[in-house]
């Protein structure tokens, strides 16, 4: 998300969960959860980011609109979160990062760049 427009961002995707508040397991929940935990992670707010993609991650899979790649950027953002938010959580991070490096893979060329930058950040953390 460019810089400056985070708080733009996040009144939207606020907006959007406000609208689907009656039924909090609505799999379109989902897109706006996970829309708001980036908003969270680029903001340095790690805590609210995990709450947000912790939500969002059950909920991609069940809404036909989302793609294998929706559910991989929800994954790798909530690996990033997790984290920074608490080293200790750095098993399950990468376990996270590596599901997102394969969810990329497995749509194409296309994701290549994408799972390079996951296998960069999962190398940079090894060991």
Do not use: C
Not at 49 to 60: F, I, K, T, Y
Request: hydrophobic share 55%; proline share 6%; aromatic share 6%.
């Amino acid at each position: 998300m460019r810089a400056g427009r985070l708080d733009d961002a996040e009144r939207t995707f606020q907006r959007a969960l406000a609208e689907l508040a009656t039924n909090p397991v609505d799999p379109t929940r989902g897109v706006p959860l996970a829309g708001l935990g980036r908003v969270h992670l680029a903001a340095g707010r790690h805590a609210a980011a995990a709450e947000a993609l912790e939500q969002a991650l059950p909920l991609l899979p069940e809404n036909a609109f989302v793609a294998p790649y929706d559910i991989a950027e929800a994954q790798f953002a909530l690996a990033r979160a997790l984290v920074r938010l608490d080293p200790a959580n750095a098993a399950r991070s990468r376990d996270l990062a590596a599901e997102a490096k394969a969810r990329f893979l497995g749509v194409g060329a296309a994701f290549q760049p994408a799972a390079a930058e996951v296998d960069a950040w999962l190398s940079a953390r090894a060991g």
